[in-house]
């Protein structure tokens, strides 16, 4: 029984030891793929118009949001600089106690 052991035990370290090898010789491959990949012009152009139409529809989103919550919370008004302010009148919640 422990020669069946001692063979089972040597055959996985070599299989582990030339895995090994093969994995990273493997990995820097694609590395180094992945780096052409990522520094070729046309990609990095791709990449550029990609960022920027999604900062666009980031915006418009963003708009359309203050635009709805504006538009859904009473008091709620756009004061011309970029930011809110209410009409001053205060209400009620029921999520604590009330203060004037």
Same mark, same amino acid.
């Given at each position: 029984?422990?020669?069946?052991?001692?063979?089972?035990? @040597?055959?996985? &370290?070599?299989?582990?030891? %030339?895995?090994?090898? =093969? +994995?990273?010789?493997?990995?820097?491959?694609?590395?180094?793929?992945?780096?052409?990949?990522?520094?070729?012009?046309?990609?990095?152009?791709?990449?550029? @118009?990609?960022? &920027?139409?999604?900062?666009? %529809?980031?915006?418009? =989103? +963003?708009?359309?949001?203050?635009?709805?919550?504006?538009?859904?919370?009473?008091?709620?008004?756009?004061?011309?600089?970029?930011?809110?302010?209410?009409?001053?009148?205060?209400?009620?919640?029921?999520?604590?106690?009330?203060?004037?």
């Amino acid at each position: 029984m422990g020669k069946y052991r001692f063979s089972f035990m @040597a055959g996985l &370290a070599t299989g582990y030891v %030339l895995g090994t090898r =093969a +994995g990273k010789e493997r990995y820097e491959q694609i590395k180094k793929a992945a780096r052409s990949f990522a520094e070729n012009p046309t990609v990095q152009q791709a990449a550029g @118009a990609v960022q &920027a139409q999604a900062t666009g %529809l980031a915006s418009t =989103a +963003g708009t359309k949001i203050s635009d709805g919550v504006r538009e859904r919370v009473p008091g709620l008004r756009h004061n011309g600089h970029g930011s809110h302010e209410s009409n001053g009148k205060r209400s009620y919640t029921g999520a604590g106690p009330e203060q004037d």
